[in-house]
Structure formats: structure tokens, C-alpha cells
């Protein structure tokens, strides 16, 4: 077993197999693994918010959905991943407040998890699975060895998808 490297929130970091890439606390945010399968290049975004077009100013790609995703694919590649072999894991994008108002505004977990959809597909990039939505945080840890992505949740067993 290589390195268990820490992405922090609105980060994001690649790595090479034997390594691994966590995240901790998951809420509304998203996590994005992708990977190459046959050079186990992988990768992990921690995204905030879907888009970026909103927001003026940023200065951090991994803040967001659509240029965090951008900015994980580019360094794969420089670290020797295919671009076309890439597939995807998602995880997160939980509603963690109980609400009653169908205020899109405050659907932030939602509209994460369906950016990170669409920008993969924009992409071509086939998602394999995802543990979305519902109302509690989760930590993930993925494998580049084995493409497992790991999913933790208090009060809940480990699974992979």
C-alpha cells in the first residue's frame, strides 16, 4: 500500500498506483474520482459549488464542478493518464439541511452531484457508479491500485462502489 494523500475542501490532488486519495466530510460537496485504468493514474476534486460561471473572480479551480473537473483531467494527464480511458465515481452531494422552501438555491448537494454529471459527459467520461444525495456526510477513499472507491458514513458500514 503507497501514500494515503489528503484532499482538503475545494482541492484536489492525482496520484499514481500503489497511492490513494481521501476526503474527509463530504456534505453538499462533491467528490470526483476519475481513473485510468491501465496506467492507475487517478485522481480526486473536492467541489463546492456546480458552476463557476457565477461567480466572478475565482481564483481556485477546485472550488467548483465544471473547472475542477477541467483542472483534474489536465493533470492526469501530465502525470500520464489517458484522456479517453478515463472513467468516474462520484460521491457526495447530500441535502444536510432539512428543508420545507423548494428554494434551488439551497439545493446545493443536488445541482453538485448533476454538474459533475454533466461536465463528465460533456467529456465522455463513463461514470461506473455513484453514492449521492440523501442527508448525511461522507468520507471516500479511492484506491488507484484497484479503482475502488470507498465510502464511509457514520453509523453506516464501509462500502465500495
Do not use: W
Not at 46 to 58: A, E, F, G, K, V
Request: charged content about 20%.
Amino acid at each position: 500500500m503507497g501514500n494515503m494523500i489528503k484532499v482538503g475542501m475545494a482541492d484536489l490532488k492525482v496520484c499514481k498506483s500503489p497511492d490513494a486519495l481521501t476526503t474527509l466530510g463530504l456534505g453538499s460537496c462533491v467528490g470526483v474520482a476519475l481513473y485510468d485504468p491501465v496506467t492507475k493514474v487517478s485522481g480526486l476534486l473536492h467541489c463546492m459549488l456546480p458552476d463557476s460561471t457565477q461567480i466572478r473572480n475565482n481564483s481556485n479551480p477546485a472550488k467548483f464542478a465544471d473547472t475542477g473537473i477541467d483542472e483534474l483531467i489536465r493533470q492526469m494527464v501530465a502525470l500520464g493518464a489517458n484522456r479517453n480511458r478515463l472513467v468516474a465515481k462520484i460521491a457526495g452531494g447530500a441535502q444536510m439541511f432539512a428543508m420545507s422552501s423548494g428554494n434551488e438555491s439551497l439545493r446545493v448537494g443536488e445541482r453538485n452531484a448533476l454538474a459533475a454529471r454533466n461536465k463528465l459527459k460533456l467529456y465522455n467520461i463513463r461514470l461506473l457508479a455513484e453514492d449521492c444525495g440523501l442527508n448525511y456526510g461522507r468520507t471516500v477513499e479511492f484506491y488507484s491500485e484497484t479503482g475502488d472507491y470507498l465510502i464511509k458514513a457514520v453509523g453506516k458500514p464501509p462500502h465500495k462502489i
